[in-house]
C-alpha cells in the first residue's frame, strides 16, 4: 500500500470518496493510487503535460498494480479529460497562477465536475480571486504541512455566483477561519514574515507608494488576524 504523507494525503482527504476523480499534472501518480488503493474511488485518470512524468507515473501504476484501474493521459490541463464526465478534478503541487490558467482555459469542464481539490504551492490569492468572479464557491480549506512548509488545500464547486472576497482572505482563506483550522496560527506567523519582507523591500521606493499602501495594510490584517487566534 503507497503512504501519503502531508501535503498529498490532505489533499486526498479533500477529494473524498468519488467515482471519477481525475489528477492533472500527476508526475508519479501517487495520489490517484492512493486513492484507488484505498477503496475511496473505483478508478481514476492521471494526465500530465510531459512525457517524461507520465513515464514515471506508468513505472508506479505497474508497480502498484494498478494498469486497469488508472487511465494515463498526455496533454495540457483540463484538454485531456474535456468530455470524461470526472466527478472530481485535482490540481495539485504547481504555483495558484498555473492552477488558475489550467482551469480557466477548460472553464466548462472544471464547472461540469461536482468540486475541484486544489494545492497551490504560492499565489493562491490570484487563484481565489479568479474562483470567487467566475462563479466558484470554495466550500472547505484546510492547511497542510509537509518538510516544514504549510500549505493551503482548496475545494471550490461552481454555483454560477460571482463574489468579491476582501484582500485580506485572498490571502489567507476565509474557511480557515471558519474551520478553526489547526495550523492556523502557524501559517500567519510565517506569512507575516514574508509579507513583512514585501513592504520592507518596497518602503524605500517612491514609486512604490501605492503598492506599499496595499501590503502595508495586508501585513497590518495579519497581524490583527494573528492575535485574534485563540485556538
Ligand atoms: C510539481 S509536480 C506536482 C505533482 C503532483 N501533482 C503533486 O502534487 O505532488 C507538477 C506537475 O504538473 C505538470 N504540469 C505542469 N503544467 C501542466 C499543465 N498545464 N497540464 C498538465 N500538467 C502540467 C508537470 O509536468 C509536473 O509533472
Not at 119 to 138: C, H, K, S
Not at 161 to 184: K, V, Y
Not at 204 to 231: C, F, H, P, V
Request: aromatic share 6%.
Amino acid at each position: 500500500m503507497i503512504n501519503l504523507k502531508g501535503r498529498l494525503e490532505k489533499v486526498a482527504s479533500m477529494a473524498g470518496r468519488c467515482s471519477k476523480p481525475a489528477d492533472i499534472g500527476t508526475d508519479h501518480a501517487y495520489l490517484p493510487i492512493y486513492l484507488v488503493q484505498s477503496g475511496m474511488c473505483p478508478m481514476a485518470i492521471a494526465t500530465d503535460i510531459k512525457k517524461g512524468p507520465l513515464r514515471k507515473a506508468e513505472k508506479n501504476i505497474i508497480k502498484y498494480h494498478m494498469q486497469d484501474k488508472i487511465e494515463l493521459r498526455l496533454g495540457d490541463g483540463l484538454i485531456p479529460v474535456k468530455d470524461d464526465g470526472c466527478d472530481v478534478i485535482i490540481i495539485a503541487g504547481m504555483g495558484g497562477v498555473l492552477i488558475r490558467d489550467i482551469i480557466e482555459k477548460s472553464v466548462d469542464t472544471a464547472k461540469n465536475a461536482k468540486f475541484i481539490v486544489m494545492q497551490p504551492m504560492y499565489a493562491e490569492e490570484a487563484l481565489r480571486e479568479f474562483l470567487f468572479r467566475n462563479g466558484f464557491n470554495i466550500t472547505e480549506e484546510s492547511l497542510a504541512k509537509h518538510e516544514g512548509k504549510i500549505y493551503p488545500v482548496i475545494k471550490a464547486a461552481y454555483d454560477g455566483i460571482s463574489r468579491e472576497e476582501e484582500n485580506f482572505h485572498l490571502h489567507i482563506g476565509r474557511r480557515l477561519f471558519e474551520q478553526r483550522d489547526p495550523l492556523l496560527k502557524e501559517f500567519l506567523k510565517k506569512r507575516i514574515k514574508r509579507q513583512e519582507r514585501i513592504v520592507q523591500g518596497m518602503a524605500k521606493s517612491a514609486r512604490m507608494k501605492e503598492s506599499y499602501a496595499k501590503e502595508n495594510g495586508l501585513l497590518t490584517d495579519m497581524k490583527k488576524a494573528y492575535d485574534q487566534i485563540a485556538w
